[in-house]
């Protein structure tokens, strides 16, 4: 199994522009979430899907985040504006439902830089 | 809300010696699911050890194991025979019913030669 694709690993983008991160999730994987990684605030839940449909986007701090998965097998996390506090890393996740543990597994991460 | 505190932000251990990371979390809720993931310098998120809440016995895996104290709401993990790529970001982390992943804000730990 590839284990969860984010691209791209790293983005460098200048205030104001738009940005849109993308995942594919495992392979039959239900559940995919989008994290949020800071030296401040650490990490923190974005948005979850529950077969494509988001469930909780209470973690998406503004109306400029908004996230999509159109189909089992990709998300995106777009970014419009973009502005330099939103730097960070972005983590997509997902698992399986009644997988032992609940245990989640994480993408690499995509390194946002906004300028 | 629930919490998760990792009151250790930087340890260091001596390879091949035993390091004990802490995490104390808060929570109403009786059945729920504890982990421990590792962050290398690649920033990929590695799970370590999961805990289930109903279980009394603590998880194993090699050289890690904790030691969960549910009445306490206490969640420490045990490094044995520490080696240098353990070197890492270490988080503690809740999982409530509600799917939500809570990390602490983790532990940098630094095994030396």
């Known amino acids: 199994d590839a284990g969860v694709i984010q691209s791209p690993r790293h983005e460098v983008t200048e205030m104001g522009q738009e940005v849109t991160l993308r995942c594919k999730p495992i392979?039959?994987?239900?559940?995919l979430f989008w994290y949020r990684q800071t030296m401040m605030r650490g990490l923190e839940l974005l948005i979850y899907f529950n077969n494509n449909v988001p469930i909780d986007d209470s973690g998406m701090p503004e109306d400029r985040f908004s996230a999509k998965m159109p189909n089992a097998s990709f998300s995106t996390l777009k970014i419009q504006p973009s502005e330099p506090r939103d730097s960070a890393v972005y983590f997509c996740?997902?698992?399986?439902?009644?997988?032992?543990?609940?245990?989640?597994?994480f993408g690499p991460g995509t390194r946002l830089t906004v300028l | 809300a629930q919490t998760v505190t990792q009151s250790q932000p930087e340890m260091s251990v001596q390879e091949a010696e035993t390091v004990t990371l802490s995490c104390t979390y808060d929570?109403?809720?009786?059945?729920?699911?504890l982990f421990w993931y590792k962050q290398p310098p690649s920033r990929q998120m590695i799970l370590v050890i999961r805990?289930?809440?109903?279980?009394?016995q603590n998880a194993t895996e090699n050289r890690f194991s904790v030691n969960f104290q549910k009445a306490a709401k206490s969640f420490s993990l045990k490094i044995s025979d520490s080696q240098l790529g353990d070197t890492a970001m270490y988080f503690c982390a809740f999982l409530n019913l509600l799917e939500k992943l809570v990390f602490g804000k983790g532990t940098k730990l630094t095994v030396n030669p």
């Open positions: 929570t109403s809720e009786n059945n729920y699911y």
């Open positions: 996740a997902s698992r399986r439902t009644w997988q032992g543990g609940n245990e989640q597994f």
């Open positions: 805990q289930e809440a109903y279980k009394q």
């Open positions: 392979s039959g994987h239900d559940y």
